[in-house]
């Protein structure tokens, strides 16, 4: 079953490159680590870096740390910051506030990410308020975990909100070393106009995500769990 939904996955990918050919396009690489520092069994910094490299010239940066706290097994909340610049980027302050649950339905683990921003520009641009839903779908493979999912961006502060761009992605994920894992996905994401009829401009990614989780060998007792009394 596994591999029909891999081969399903593989031909959609094909199907959206050769579709598309017909517009403008940014082609990027996108470089990026992901950090997870265990303060206790319910306190986490969760930091990122990134790099995007577009072709034939252009480049982002990112740098993103927050507070992570895991309400439960399936549900936790994170707040934090994040910086932006580069040639193709303009240089941005952006705070955020995530809320993430997690399910499982047979062989997938279901997750429904809801992200709020706040996008303060450098260059004195009015501030913009967005709303990010991603919905993914991971499971088990022959070649690691494949996951694949959606993420459109909405603008909160216009006279009708709107769905400003829209994102499509399918990776493969591969334990590298004890609490690393490496991620290789394929993303597709188009911006959209006011009228979101048709889009602006399209760009096609490729990712390299390194997520790696650090657990101290003393962690803080903070809404730590109890031990079971002799």
């Not at 909340?77 to 240089?91: F, L, N, T």
């Not at 399918?170 to 394929?186: E, L, S």
């Not at 650090?214 to 803080?220: A, N, Q």
């Given at each position: 079953?596994?591999?029909?939904i891999c081969r399903i996955l593989i031909g959609f990918i094909f199907v959206v490159i050769a579709a598309n050919k017909s517009f403008a396009?940014?082609?990027?690489?996108?470089?990026?680590?992901f950090n997870r520092y265990k303060l206790s069994y319910k306190f986490s910094i969760d930091s990122d870096v990134g790099y995007r490299s577009?072709?034939?010239?252009?480049?982002?940066?990112?740098?993103?740390?927050?507070?992570?706290?895991?309400?439960?097994?399936?549900?936790?909340?994170?707040?934090?910051?994040?910086?932006?610049?580069?040639?193709?980027?303009?240089?941005?302050?952006?705070?955020?506030?995530?809320?993430?649950?997690?399910?499982?339905?047979?062989?997938?683990?279901?997750?429904?990410?809801?992200?709020?921003?706040?996008?303060?520009?450098?260059?004195?641009?009015?501030?913009?308020?967005?709303?990010?839903?991603?919905?993914?779908?991971?499971?088990?493979?022959?070649?690691?975990?494949?996951?694949?999912?959606?993420?459109?961006?909405?603008?909160?502060?216009?006279?009708?909100?709107?769905?400003?761009?829209?994102?499509?992605?399918?990776?493969?994920?591969?334990?590298?070393?004890?609490?690393?894992?490496?991620?290789?996905?394929?993303?597709?994401e188009r911006s959209y106009n006011k009228a979101e009829t048709s889009f602006l401009d399209e760009s096609n990614m490729i990712r390299v995500?390194?997520?790696?989780?650090?657990?101290?060998?003393?962690?803080?007792?903070?809404?730590?769990?109890?031990?079971?009394?002799?």
């Amino acid at each position: 079953m596994t591999k029909a939904i891999c081969r399903i996955l593989i031909g959609f990918i094909f199907v959206v490159i050769a579709a598309n050919k017909s517009f403008a396009q940014d082609d990027i690489l996108w470089l990026h680590y992901f950090n997870r520092y265990k303060l206790s069994y319910k306190f986490s910094i969760d930091s990122d870096v990134g790099y995007r490299s577009y072709f034939p010239e252009g480049e982002r940066w990112q740098g993103r740390t927050g507070l992570r706290y895991d309400i439960n097994d399936n549900m936790y909340v994170r707040g934090g910051v994040m910086y932006v610049a580069g040639s193709a980027a303009r240089q941005e302050f952006r705070p955020y506030q995530d809320f993430v649950f997690n399910s499982r339905v047979s062989i997938f683990t279901i997750t429904q990410r809801v992200r709020f921003e706040q996008q303060l520009y450098f260059d004195g641009t009015e501030t913009r308020f967005r709303l990010r839903y991603n919905p993914s779908v991971k499971f088990s493979t022959f070649l690691g975990y494949c996951t694949f999912g959606c993420e459109p961006f909405f603008v909160l502060n216009e006279e009708s909100s709107r769905v400003a761009s829209n994102r499509l992605y399918v990776g493969i994920t591969r334990k590298a070393y004890k609490n690393v894992f490496v991620t290789v996905q394929y993303i597709n994401e188009r911006s959209y106009n006011k009228a979101e009829t048709s889009f602006l401009d399209e760009s096609n990614m490729i990712r390299v995500k390194v997520s790696h989780t650090i657990k101290p060998l003393r962690t803080g007792p903070l809404f730590g769990r109890k031990k079971a009394s002799s």
